[in-house]
């Protein structure tokens, strides 16, 4: 009976968020990455058809229903923390049950956007071709692997195997990988610590009186700072985290910091150097609350460039073939 009830259409960057960046005749406007003229293809929307795509949060089960256990924690993430973002807002900093709340809805964002599962994604097929990779350096273990393939239900014919052949496919890498993008759900296991980490960082409030912050399909960007020893990146990372609140408000979140409550910063440096990650880090789309030249011209620069995540664990991505992440295999 739930499940009659149920909506595939998930948004992967919140309604309530994406809300305080309307312009003052309700419109946000978006900026495309991926559109080969940026100034072209601006447009305006309601939040409420932004940020979104079907069913990416839930898992179809055998007997056709849907498992929508995290768009459902999602969901009652939001309602909490939406009044208190609107209290950030308006420069009252938060502490206790309130700042937990909210640093549970920042993992939220650190974990549930494309930019995120997508990279986690590609993570598991850099395991998987890591293992092939052993496999293939083995051909005992080798062997056996295909032997184990062909007895299984898997394999549709096996007495037309030619093993040598499917050895040296492999070896030349003359495949393109692709992994569904439900393998970076995986993603969300690390909320808990994530939540830990924003409630232990010090907050600080940015109010920008001359320039307009934007925002991404990717808002909450993490930024390693400095050096430290091994030992400390190991007990605290040293990062500093940053969330665009509205078009006139940021948080900044570092491990330790003097400031606290909302600071007011006339330098438009600042608003450019964070609205230069938000461009950076998207992995599609740029969200802002007027139609801006400037803006346009920012996400152009940035046209190539998406969130990274280190590969090399798994060893060199040399060796790896081409990795694509679907919505559906």
Not at 70 to 94: F, T
Not at 176 to 184: D, E, F, P, S, Y
Not at 193 to 209: A, G, I, N, P, V
């Amino acid at each position: 009976m739930g499940n009659q009830k149920r909506t595939k259409r998930h948004h992967y960057v919140p309604d309530f968020y994406l809300r305080h960046f309307l312009d003052d005749r309700d419109h946000l406007w978006i900026y495309d990455k991926r559109a080969e003229d940026i100034e072209a293809s601006i447009r305006f929307s309601d939040p409420s058809n932004v940020g979104l795509q079907g069913n990416i949060y839930s898992v179809r089960k055998e007997d056709g229903t849907y498992d929508d256990r995290i768009d459902e924690w999602l969901q009652g993430v939001e309602n909490k923390a939406a009044p208190i973002h609107r209290k950030l807002i308006s420069g009252l900093m938060v502490d206790g049950q309130e700042k937990a709340d909210y640093s549970v809805f920042l993992s939220s964002l650190a974990t549930r956007t494309p930019a995120i599962l997508n990279r986690v994604a590609e993570l598991h097929g850099a395991y998987i071709q890591n293992r092939t990779n052993k496999i293939l350096a083995d051909e005992q273990r080798f062997r056996q692997e295909i032997q184990s393939f062909k007895e299984s239900p898997f394999c549709a014919d096996p007495n037309n195997f030619d093993v040598d052949a499917i050895a040296e496919f492999l070896k030349n890498r003359r495949y393109k990988l692709r992994i569904n993008q439900r393998a970076g759900l995986m993603a969300f296991q690390v909320t808990d610590k994530l939540t830990d980490k924003f409630f232990d960082m010090s907050w600080s409030l940015y109010e920008s009186q001359n320039s307009r912050f934007i925002t991404s399909d990717n808002p909450l960007v993490q930024t390693f700072v400095g050096t430290a020893s091994r030992s400390e990146q190991i007990a605290r990372p040293i990062e500093v985290a940053t969330l665009p609140l509205s078009p006139s408000v940021m948080l900044e979140m570092k491990w330790e910091s003097t400031e606290s409550g909302m600071v007011r910063r006339r330098d438009k440096d600042v608003a450019g150097l964070y609205n230069s990650m938000r461009a950076a880090n998207a992995e599609q789309f740029v969200f802002a609350s007027r139609r801006d030249a400037a803006i346009a011209a920012l996400v152009q620069k940035y046209r190539h460039h998406r969130m990274e995540i280190d590969l090399s664990k798994f060893g060199p991505t040399e060796d790896f073939a081409p990795m694509e992440v679907a919505r559906k295999l």
